[in-house]
Antibody, heavy 120, light 111 residues
Framework: QVQLQESGPGLVKPSETLTLTCTVS????????WVWIRQPPGKGLEWIGY???????SSSSSLKRPVTISRDMSKNQFYLKLSSVTAADTAVYYC??????????????WGQGIPVTVSS | QSVLTQPPSVSGAPGQRVTISCTGS?????????VHWYQHLPGTAPKLLIF???DRPSGVPDRFSGSKSGTSASLAITGLQAADEADYYC???????????FGTGTKVIVL
């Protein structure tokens, strides 16, 4: 069974960089897409971006700033870096596995989510 | 901002049938790109409920079914149970955004 677990700081100051880690077990990360999704308080789910097993990445244009998604396959981990955070980045952040062709991508395994608050 | 619109809530008594609509556009559902549905209980990991418009992953009861027509999709829950009380989200690919979009989310309330 594939399992994902997010880790990282629960509190980040405005203008700083948010860095999260997703640790994957039960999958060698040699296939599929590895995805970040978030849910702001009281709002719906929002796709942030992914890293494909080939190493290619894509991120949402709605974030309007650089998002870095990287991986370390020796550790079975992938990462999210979101720079210049503001209060609007306060959310529960989920990592997930994306399966299928990219225009038919579904998210079949998710982490439990990590709440992140942006505040001074 | 979500480009897929869902009703904020639907409700039904135990045993009844409820449906949740997901309305998109020609750049996503109507393109046509597949629609997937997720069940989310607060504090837990979202669960894939329906994929590729109408298929169920193993382990998902056949009380849950999906359909799609034009620029809209629907999720139906029959034989409503207290355990079905959760938030439900549709999801698809959007070619104008070159990314993945979720619905606004629907809370199912079991009366």
């Amino acid at each position: 069974q594939v399992q994902l677990q997010e880790s990282g700081p629960g509190l980040v100051k405005p203008s700083e960089t948010l860095t999260l880690t997703c640790t994957v077990s039960g999958d060698s990360m040699t296939e599929s897409y590895w995805v970040w999704i978030r849910q702001p308080p009281g709002k719906g789910l929002e796709w942030i971006g992914y890293i494909h097993y080939t190493g290619s990445t894509s991120s949402s244009s709605s974030l309007k700033r650089p998002v870095t998604i990287s991986r370390d396959m020796s550790k079975n981990q992938f990462y999210l870096k979101l720079s210049s955070v503001t209060a609007a980045d306060t959310a529960v952040y989920y990592c997930a596995r994306g399966s299928g062709y990219y225009t038919r991508l579904l998210f079949d395994f998710w982490g439990q989510g990590i709440p992140v608050t942006v505040s001074s | 901002q979500s480009v897929l619109t869902q009703p904020p809530s639907v409700s039904g008594a135990p045993g009844q049938r409820v449906t949740i609509s997901c309305t998109g556009s020609s750049s996503n559902i109507g393109a046509p790109y597949h629609v997937h549905w997720y069940q989310h209980l607060p504090g837990t990991a979202p669960k894939l409920l329906i994929f590729s418009d109408s298929d169920r992953p193993s382990g998902v009861p056949d009380r849950f079914s999906g359909s799609k027509s034009g620029t809209s999709a629907s999720l139906a829950i029959t034989g409503l149970q207290a355990a079905d009380e959760a938030d439900y989200y549709c999801q698809s690919y959007d070619s104008s955004l070159s990314g993945y979009v979720f619905g606004t989310g629907t809370k199912v309330i079991v009366l």
